[in-house]
C-alpha cells in the first residue's frame, strides 16, 4: 500500500463506507472503559494489513476484519485541555509517517442547551475583543452552568477522504451502567475536524 517513494499507505477507495466509523466505535469503547475525567487522546489509523506485516507479535491482538486499526498515541501535554487555544496550536504541529492514513481525537467538553446561548453572549461581551480572555470565560460559564452536561467529542478522518465526528453524553448518575450512545449532527465540530486534516498536510519530521 505505499511505493519506494513514500507514497501514503492506502487511498479512500482502498476501504470500506464502513472502515472509520467501527474505528470510532473502537475508540469510543476504548476510551469509555477508563473512566471520565482524561484529557485528550489522539488515535494514529493504520491499515491492519500494515500494521500486521511491521508487527507480527500483534497479529493475535488485532481485531478480525477490521480494515483499520487505531493506535494510541503519546499522551498530550499537561497544559492541553478539551477545545483550548493551545490544543489548536499543537494540532497546528502535528504529522504523521506515510503509514498512518487518519486519525481520531478524544476530548471531553460541556453541552450546554440551546437556551444558554444568551448566558454565553453576556458573559464574554466584555472581553469579546481578546479571544484568549473570551475563551476563558465562555468555558467558565459553561463549566458553572446549572444545565451543563458533560460529552465526549470524538472527530476521526481520514487522509484525502471521509470524516466522522460525533458525540456521547455522559450518562447520569443513576444511569453509569448505560450502553454508551454515540450522537451525530449536521456540522458538529467542522473548525476541529479541518485542524485533523491539516494534520496530514504537515511535512512528516
Known amino acids: ?12 477507495a482502498d476501504f470500506s463506507v464502513d472502515a472509520l466509523p467501527r474505528c470510532v466505535r473502537e475508540v469510543s469503547d476504548f476510551v469509555d472503559a ?18 500486521a506485516a511491521a508487527e507480527p507479535d500483534l ?9 483499520l486499526t487505531p493506535v494510541e498515541q503519546e499522551p498530550f501535554p499537561e497544559d492541553i485541555g478539551g477545545g483550548t487555544p ?14 498512518v492514513v487518519g ?10 442547551p440551546p437556551t444558554a446561548e444568551s448566558d454565553l453572549d453576556s458573559a464574554v461581551a ?9 475563551d476563558e470565560i465562555a468555558r467558565a460559564t459553561a463549566n458553572a452552568h446549572p444545565e451543563r452536561r458533560d460529552a465526549r467529542l470524538i472527530a476521526a478522518v481520514l487522509r484525502d477522504g471521509p470524516s466522522v465526528c460525533v458525540l456521547q453524553l455522559k450518562p447520569e448518575d443513576d444511569d453509569l451502567d ?7 449532527y449536521e456540522d458538529l465540530a467542522p473548525n476541529l475536524v479541518n485542524a485533523l486534516y491539516a494534520t496530514f498536510d504537515a511535512p512528516d519530521d
Do not use: K, R
Not at 500500500?1 to 479512500?12: C, F, L, R
Not at 497479529?59 to 480494515?67: F, M, T, Y
Not at 466584555?126 to 473570551?134: F, L, S
Not at 448505560?178 to 451525530?184: C, G
Open 34 to 51: 477508563g473512566g471520565w475525567g482524561q484529557p485528550p487522546t489522539m488515535f494514529a489509523l493504520v491499515p491492519t494489513a500494515v500494521l
Open 103 to 112: 486519525c481520531v481525537l478524544v476530548q471531553e467538553i460541556v453541552v450546554l
Open 59 to 67: 497479529i493475535d491482538q488485532l481485531e478480525d476484519g477490521a480494515e
Open 1 to 12: 500500500m505505499s511505493d519506494s517513494n513514500g507514497v501514503y499507505y492506502g487511498h479512500p
Open 126 to 134: 466584555p472581553v469579546v475583543t481578546d479571544e484568549h480572555a473570551a
Open 178 to 184: 448505560a450502553e454508551p450512545e454515540l450522537l451525530t
Open 86 to 99: 493551545a490544543l489548536d496550536e499543537f494540532l497546528s504541529t502535528t504529522s504523521w509517517p506515510a503509514e
